[in-house]
């Protein structure tokens, strides 16, 4: 049962490197969501995807690209890593859109760029 | 005035106290309601749907007034386990679809 899988766990990375985050849900949800969490700031949207084949900007989305890939997977990437992209990144997903539906997260990425 | 607030704490109490939270929210259209629990480096998990006539799930209450704009989650009996850091959620429509506002949290800590 493992709901909502994200690698890596851990990452370093030297500015101006890129990398991909990979998220996996086995719920059969909809929509799907990535966020980060810096401290004293909460969690914040960067992308989302409320169904296959749909993607939209969140609060934070610059630096940022998302692809959709299927049902199950929403990859985060980043293209040019800078410092203040050091955060932790959680991916959700809920059945559907409607904000009326609780989300349920992976364990987080934490990404450091040095 | 931001969208979710809450006290950021920490709330520091001993075991068997009871201690609330509260949240107020800007948007009066909101239409859904949450408290997520977050431990230590861990991810959010939903600890509560709040409904508009309130709710209980054991230990818990959560409360909605809908005219303050204002959710409260009150913990009965309190454990060390309970030592967390508490997330109100608002969800709303008309913003980005599928979008819930997260709080930025109230820590609590359960002392023996």
């Known amino acids: 049962n493992a709901g909502v899988t994200q690698t890596p766990k851990f990452q370093v990375l030297k500015t101006g490197q890129s990398m991909t985050l990979q998220c996996a849900q086995d719920m059969n949800h909809n929509s799907m969501y990535w966020y980060r969490q810096d401290p004293g700031m909460g969690l914040r949207l960067i992308y989302y995807?409320?169904?296959?084949?749909?993607?939209d900007k969140g609060e934070v989305p610059n630096g940022y690209n998302v692809s959709r890939l299927n049902k199950r997977e929403f990859s985060l990437r980043l293209e040019s890593a800078a410092p203040s992209q050091t955060s932790v990144y959680f991916c959700?997903?809920?059945?559907?859109?409607?904000?009326?539906?609780?989300?349920?997260f992976g364990d987080g990425t934490r990404l450091s760029i040095l | 005035r931001k969208e979710v607030e809450q006290d950021p704490g920490p709330f520091n109490v001993p075991e068997g106290a009871t201690v609330a939270f509260n949240c107020t929210y800007s948007n009066s259209a909101s239409q859904s309601f949450f408290w997520y629990r977050q431990d230590c480096r861990k991810e959010p998990k939903l600890l509560m749907s709040?409904?508009?006539s309130g709710n209980e799930d054991g230990r818990f209450t959560a409360q909605l007034n809908r005219a303050s704009q204002y959710i409260s989650l009150l913990i009965r009996d309190s454990k060390l386990s309970d030592s967390a850091t508490y997330l109100c959620v608002v969800g709303n429509y008309g913003g980005s679809q599928g979008n819930l506002i997260f709080g930025k949290g109230t820590k609590l800590s359960v002392k023996p």
């Open positions: 709040v409904y508009s």
């Open positions: 959700a997903s809920n059945r559907s859109g409607g904000s009326n539906q609780p989300q349920h």
């Open positions: 995807s409320a169904s296959e084949g749909t993607t």
